[in-house]
């Protein structure tokens, strides 16, 4: 992730401001109660030129967070997803992440939140395979963590709020700890929910599986675009629980999400799962998705929204 990137401009509250002026208040409620909902979308840059990836079903989820969370969003949809654009444009981005967030500004702290401002940027930067090109290729070593993701009465999972990822972040520290490159976590009832920050899936006997929304898990754009792909594919593609045994004996495991795209399991805890490497049905399910965002197929899905 390119932190050092003056260069760059962010969109602030309708404005374009230069990196290093998108600034907040030390005393924002946001800062002192993590309240903020926030998406993480990818763009890409293929022969028929740069593309947002389900734009508008992202920034829909954005906006579906902060009505859960009662952040009364002070712009449009259509407005976010121009303002997406014109970033990118700005900033001549082409292939990159983007970043839309909301959050409660500064007014007065407490745990009421009502009487802060709404304040909502979008930053983009240029970002490559988030578990590495070699666990893109290869796979991943995880471990499941001992950090179970919370009860439906506790955090709405649903929501992609920036509170929920304190609890991935014990789970990500924990498996870089133990020398793994990504956690798998529970759910409240020990069932498989997702890894610290993506979704996950389950081949057994050609049979694709991933965890219901019941599982604690976030409802993930690159998680519905993959069981799409792989019903067209002929894929039987199945949501249910899943014990945690069923990882060490499955055949193949992968995660999906924005930043991991379509990235294999070559491990978990220790056990190699399948030939140990990656997959024949990841990697058709990878190279399928990778060749629609390149245009090398057919955009069947309507997913790519060209600027």
């Known amino acids: 992730m390119a932190w050092d990137d003056t260069a760059s401009k962010i969109w602030m509250n309708g404005n374009i401001v230069d990196w ?10 946001v800062v002192h109660y993590g309240t903020s909902v926030f998406e993480g979308i990818r763009a ?19 906006f579906d967070s902060a009505k859960i969370y009662k952040i009364d969003m002070p712009y ?28 409660r500004g500064y007014g007065e702290l407490g745990v ?35 950090w179970r993701k919370p009860a439906p009465d506790t955090l709405p999972v649903m ?7 304190m609890n991935s972040q014990l789970a990500k520290l924990e498996a870089i700890e133990h020398g793994y490159a990504e956690a798998i976590m529970l759910d409240y009832q020990g069932f498989v929910a997702e890894g610290s920050g993506e979704n996950i899936f389950v081949v057994e006997d050609d049979v694709i599986y991933t965890p ?10 690159t998680r519905d675009s993959i069981m799409e792909l792989a019903k067209s594919l002929g894929y039987k593609v199945v949501e249910e629980t899943i014990g945690r045994e069923r990882l060490y004996l499955a055949d193949e495991i992968f995660f999906s999400g924005t930043a991991a795209e379509v990235t294999p399991i070559k491990s978990v805890d220790g056990r190699s799962i399948g030939i140990g490497k990656r997959g024949p049905v ?26």
Request: proline share 3%; hydrophobic share 40%; with cysteine.
């Open 20 to 29: 290093e002026d998108a600034k907040i208040h030390a005393l924002s409620h």
């Open 44 to 62: 890409y840059d293929n022969e028929k030129g740069p593309c947002v990836f389900r734009l508008e079903e992202h920034i829909e989820r954005l």
């Open 76 to 103: 449009t949809e259509e407005e976010v997803c121009d303002a997406t654009i014109e970033i990118l444009k700005e900033n001549g981005l082409k292939s990159c992440y983007i970043r839309p967030i909301a959050f």
């Open 112 to 146: 009421n939140p009502l009487n802060c401002p709404v304040d909502v940027l979008i930053g983009a930067w240029e970002w490559g395979s988030y578990l590495g090109e070699e666990g893109m290729n290869i796979g991943v070593d995880v471990g499941v963590s001992s």
């Open 159 to 165: 929501a992609k709020a920036a509170a929920n990822y």
């Open 212 to 221: 219901s929304l019941g599982s604690s898990i976030l409802r993930g754009i």
């Open 282 to 307: 990841t990697e058709e399910l990878q190279k399928t998705f990778f060749e629609i965002v390149e245009a090398k197929k057919d955009d069947e899905f309507g997913w790519l929204k060209y600027f």
